[in-house]
């Protein structure tokens, strides 16, 4: 049986300071990503994801993704000091959203033997991440739903995903994937933002109106029950 090792929470309010918040923001909520959240009509906190509209918006976003991922780059370093705690080196990893391929890249350096692949809803995203695999023994790309998993049973080694889960309406099915492909013993990392993330701002909105304007975050208890 596959067990998740570790899991980092992180959110956006305690890790944006200064300058960075607002860039970090952008990279947030870009433009490109406002009119994905569609209001659930059961609850004002409830909002469903467009599979296509985000896949859509990402790839549209990619070009210019990387100017403004201060947050995605700090969130994957912290990551990637977690696998200090491996104590044996993974023969196949997989990184789950992994956008333009940066945290990728630093998983094949860190990893030169092992196989290494970008898995992400969006085209626009996995080209751009060419540029960070490199030439010589590069990582793969593949085009796939975090949520079905493209991946045999008991396949991975290690499975990351920095700063994904927020984008899947569907929490149970993506980490029962998670769970699914990885082998026995696999270790499981990643991070999400916690249910404080932009708080602010969704308390504005729901002063003014009965609208769901802000994406609702992730809650530790909710992960343990799914």
Not at 16 to 45: E, H, I, K, V, W
């Given at each position: 049986?596959?067990?998740?090792?570790?899991?980092?929470?992180?959110?956006?309010?305690?890790?944006?300071?200064?300058?960075?918040?607002?860039?970090?923001?952008?990279?947030?909520?870009?433009?490109?990503?406002?009119?994905?959240?569609?209001?659930?009509?059961?609850?004002?906190?409830?909002?469903?994801?467009?599979?296509?509209?985000?896949?859509?918006?990402?790839?549209?976003?990619?070009?210019?993704?990387?100017?403004?991922?201060?947050?995605?780059?700090?969130?994957?370093?912290?990551?990637?000091?977690?696998?200090?705690?491996?104590?044996?080196?993974?023969?196949?990893?997989?990184?789950?959203?992994?956008?333009?391929?940066?945290?990728?890249?630093?998983?094949?350096?860190?990893?030169?033997?092992?196989?290494?692949?970008?898995?992400?809803?969006?085209?626009?995203?996995?080209?751009?991440?060419?540029?960070?695999a490199g030439w010589w023994r590069p990582f793969r790309r593949v085009a796939g739903d975090a949520q079905a998993l493209p991946f045999a049973d008991a396949s991975m080694d290690l499975l990351i995903s920095n700063l994904c889960l927020q984008w899947c309406g569907d929490l149970k099915a993506a980490l029962y994937e998670f769970r699914r492909v990885l082998k026995p013993g696999g270790w499981l990392l990643f991070s999400s933002f916690g249910?404080?993330?932009?708080?602010?701002?969704?308390?504005?909105?729901?002063?003014?109106?009965?609208?769901?304007?802000?994406?609702?975050?992730?809650?530790?208890?909710?992960?343990?029950?799914?």
């Amino acid at each position: 049986r596959a067990s998740a090792h570790l899991h980092l929470c992180v959110e956006l309010r305690k890790i944006c300071r200064g300058a960075l918040a607002r860039d970090a923001l952008a990279t947030l909520c870009p433009p490109q990503l406002a009119s994905l959240r569609r209001p659930d009509r059961l609850s004002r906190n409830c909002m469903s994801l467009d599979r296509h509209r985000i896949r859509q918006a990402f790839s549209r976003a990619a070009t210019a993704y990387e100017q403004t991922a201060v947050l995605q780059r700090e969130v994957g370093d912290l990551l990637l000091e977690r696998l200090q705690l491996l104590k044996s080196e993974p023969a196949r990893v997989l990184d789950v959203g992994a956008g333009t391929g940066r945290l990728t890249g630093l998983l094949k350096k860190r990893y030169p033997k092992a196989e290494v692949i970008a898995l992400d809803l969006a085209l626009g995203m996995l080209r751009q991440a060419r540029s960070h695999a490199g030439w010589w023994r590069p990582f793969r790309r593949v085009a796939g739903d975090a949520q079905a998993l493209p991946f045999a049973d008991a396949s991975m080694d290690l499975l990351i995903s920095n700063l994904c889960l927020q984008w899947c309406g569907d929490l149970k099915a993506a980490l029962y994937e998670f769970r699914r492909v990885l082998k026995p013993g696999g270790w499981l990392l990643f991070s999400s933002f916690g249910p404080d993330t932009l708080k602010e701002l969704r308390g504005a909105w729901n002063a003014a109106d009965d609208g769901a304007h802000v994406h609702v975050f992730l809650d530790m208890h909710d992960v343990g029950d799914a």
